[in-house]
């Protein structure tokens, strides 16, 4: 009977335990094949990449090299090879005598002669392992017109558009010209003014429908130039935006002399009014971060209340328990492009308006419940023509603040103030009798 025992054990094969021992060191050895293989078939694939990139940035340089200095661009191309795409980027930069470097957007104002253009070529593909080991590629070259003269010097200008590219097209002047053409920017947006006596110019450029960061259409900068040096000077230039703005919804009549404040990260610009006209149009630097438009002169000097004007922003007035200011979004529009804005004012109603005095006057004043001031030596005043007054009444719009409101016969007559039939549509309110009588408009809004 032992002998019958231990021949069916020898016929019972593997236990469950060693199947799964076996298949677990098979995975493991498995995963390590497929990990080596991976990790060939990876670097196999790199290498190759990165032949095919050294390749594309040699033939560039090549390319580079067979151009004039002052005809290399800044460029990236996109090629596709084996299945990789490949982004082959081309940079330059002037080296100046004494070690500098200078670029049409940056670089010292003034140096010395542009000695050589080094020229960098980039590589890069998809998919690449770590950005750090793209292939890159250099070479410097010496114009082949002479473009520095020890009795003269050179102008290099520079313009850009919101988005930081070289803007194309631009014409470029010098006053006074001394001899010197206008030329016109290149891809790069870049320009030349080569061999131009010493002396201090002024350099203005121009292309239409553009308008500068300080949205100016034909800007112009002062620059110095020596003998046998360079100067820079550089530009931020785009296509106008074109801001069509709506007061007080358009039911009001507006001031001939209204300010509007417009704030950006640019700074705050106040433009004032010629007209009436309601909505008004303005051709604005495209700012990626848009304009917040005030109706009125706001000005924000912290430590300076002389110069300071809170009143016209929502943002600035005293938040209390139920009700809160906020300063107008900021709006954006696109190079080129058309957007509305909306912008708000305080409205007040006047009726029984008898009597000789067509034209209405109201001269801010302060002191209203909430009102950040306005500490202006003049103090804003806002005219109305003699139009405005129909059937025995007006409605006005006007910056948010604190106001007396006057009659005349003349524009920005003060002699004979309102102190009746005052009626405040939006929020506000009319407080105090006879010549104490003021209209506080109160941008605040329930929270």
Not at 170 to 177: F, Q
Request: hydrophobic share 40%.
């Amino acid at each position: 009977m032992h002998e019958q025992f231990s021949a069916r054990n020898e016929d019972d094969g593997f236990t469950l335990i060693e199947v799964v021992v076996a298949m677990v060191v098979f995975a493991i050895v498995a995963t390590g094949f497929i990990y080596v293989a991976t990790s060939a078939l990876v670097s196999t694939r790199d290498t190759r990449a990165r032949v095919v990139a050294a390749n594309l940035a040699s033939q560039r340089i090549d390319f580079v090299r067979s151009q004039n200095a002052l005809d290399v661009r800044n460029v990236t191309d996109t090629v596709t090879l084996n299945g990789d795409t490949f982004h082959v980027k081309t940079s330059w930069a002037w080296a100046t005598a004494g070690g500098g470097s200078a670029t049409c957007e940056s670089g010292p104002t003034a140096g010395g002669a542009f000695t050589y253009k080094k020229v960098t070529v980039k590589v890069t593909w998809d998919n690449m392992p770590s950005p750090d080991q793209a292939v890159y590629s250099d070479t410097s070259m010496v114009p082949k017109t002479k473009i520095n003269d020890v009795t003269r010097g050179t102008v290099l200008v520079g313009v850009i558009d919101a988005s930081g590219v070289g803007v194309s097209g631009v014409t470029v002047s010098l006053t006074p010209t001394n001899g010197v053409a206008s030329v016109t920017t290149d891809s790069d947006g870049c320009a030349y003014l080569l061999k131009v006596p010493e002396g201090d110019y002024t350099v203005s450029i121009a292309k239409a429908g553009y308008v500068n960061d300080q949205h100016v259409d034909k800007p112009t900068a002062t620059v110095p130039v020596t003998k046998g040096g360079s100067s820079r000077v550089s530009f931020a230039y785009d296509r106008a935006a074109t801001f069509t703005a709506t007061y007080a919804g358009g039911t009001a009549s507006l001031p001939t002399n209204l300010t509007t404040t417009l704030l950006s990260t640019y700074g705050n610009r106040q433009v004032a009014a010629t007209t009436n006209a309601n909505p008004k149009t303005f051709a604005l630097y495209p700012t990626p971060s848009g304009y917040s438009f005030v109706a009125g002169a706001f000005a924000e000097n912290p430590g300076d209340v002389a110069a300071s004007c809170l009143a016209p922003d929502p943002g600035a007035w005293a938040e209390t328990s139920t009700t809160i200011g906020h300063r107008p979004d900021a709006i954006g529009a696109a190079p080129g492009g058309t957007v509305p804005v909306a912008v708000s004012m305080g409205v007040v109603r006047l009726t029984g308006l008898t009597g000789a005095g067509s034209f209405l006057t109201a001269v801010y004043v302060g002191g209203g419940d909430g009102d950040p001031g306005c500490g202006y030596a003049t103090k804003p005043t806002y005219t109305f023509g003699n139009t405005t007054i129909v059937s025995n009444a007006a409605t006005l719009a006007l910056p948010y603040g604190t106001w007396k409101i006057y009659r005349g016969t003349t524009p920005g007559a003060v002699t004979s103030q309102i102190t009746s039939g005052i009626a405040v549509t939006t929020v506000g309110m009319v407080s105090g009798t006879g010549p104490a009588t003021i209209v506080t408009l109160d941008p605040r809004v329930l929270k």
